[in-house]
T-cell receptor, first 109, second 113 residues
Framework: LAKTTQPISMDSYEGQEVNITCSHNNIATNDYITWYQQFPSQGPRFIIQGYKTKVTNEVASLFIPADRKSSTLSLPRVSLSDTAVYYC??????????FGSGTQLTVLP | EPEVTQTPSHQVTQMGQEVILRCVPISNHLYFYWYRQILGQKVEFLVSFYNNEISEKSEIFDDQFSVERPDGSNFTLKIRSTKLEDSAMYFCAGQSRDNYGYTFGSGTRLTVV
């Protein structure tokens, strides 16, 4: 399973765009990149998934460079309710997910 | 938006007792999982389940743990003889055939005293 590295914590202010970068140098050809969000005492929530280039949905964008050794989750105009832990995971298919420590994003007023 | 439902939300049990944690997956999900998260620690994989059998299990999932989907609806995790170190949030998750993203339930907080 590809190992991921992401910042332990980040602070931002309401209304700002937040970019969280994850490195996954040994990503395999078949691996997808998936981001989850977790609030305290709740289950992780799927945010976005991509394979290459850029993916956008109603809550976030995911930027993946051509070499796929890193990815960046972009959250536009964050609010206080976006304060959570964000996990970057790399894998394929139905295999188990290996969660790291994630990035604790704190949005300040 | 469809949800994965877990019951109970909180269970307190005495050490050595059996507990059953229940999950109702989303109807089109085919792949099912249990994860746990000890307070302040990482989310850890326990077991995956497909076509009424275990696909993968971790070292945590020892003989004290079992899973089943007896009626094609509920997906259960049983811990036969709970230990203090089993205290954690337990999350059920599911996947559909077409999407590699998991949908997690809101969890059961198990407290073993």
């Amino acid at each position: 399973l590809a190992k991921t590295t992401q910042p332990i914590s980040m602070d931002s202010y309401e209304g700002q765009e937040v970019n969280i970068t994850c490195s996954h140098n040994n990503i395999a050809t078949n691996d997808y990149i998936t981001w989850y969000q977790q609030f305290p005492s709740q289950g992780p929530r799927f945010i976005i998934q991509g394979y290459k280039t850029k993916v956008t949905n109603e809550v976030a964008s995911l930027f993946i460079p051509a070499d796929r050794k890193s990815s960046t989750l972009s959250l536009p105009r964050v609010s206080l309710s976006d304060t959570a832990v964000y996990y970057c995971l790399v894998g394929f298919g139905r295999r188990q997910l290996t969660f790291g420590s994630g990035t604790q994003l704190t949005v300040l007023p | 938006e469809p949800e994965v439902t877990q019951t109970p939300s909180h269970q307190v049990t005495q050490m050595g007792q059996e507990v059953i944690l229940r999950c109702v997956p989303i109807s089109n999900h085919l792949y099912f999982y249990w994860y746990r998260q000890i307070l302040g620690q990482k989310v850890e994989f326990l077991v995956s389940f497909y076509n009424n059998e275990i696909s993968e299990k971790s070292e945590i999932f020892d003989d004290q743990f079992s899973v089943e989907r007896p009626d094609g609806s509920n997906f259960t995790l049983k811990i036969r003889s709970t230990k203090l170190e089993d205290s954690a949030m337990y999350f059920c998750a599911g996947q559909s055939r077409d999407n590699y993203g998991y949908t997690f339930g809101s969890g059961t907080r198990l407290t073993v005293v």
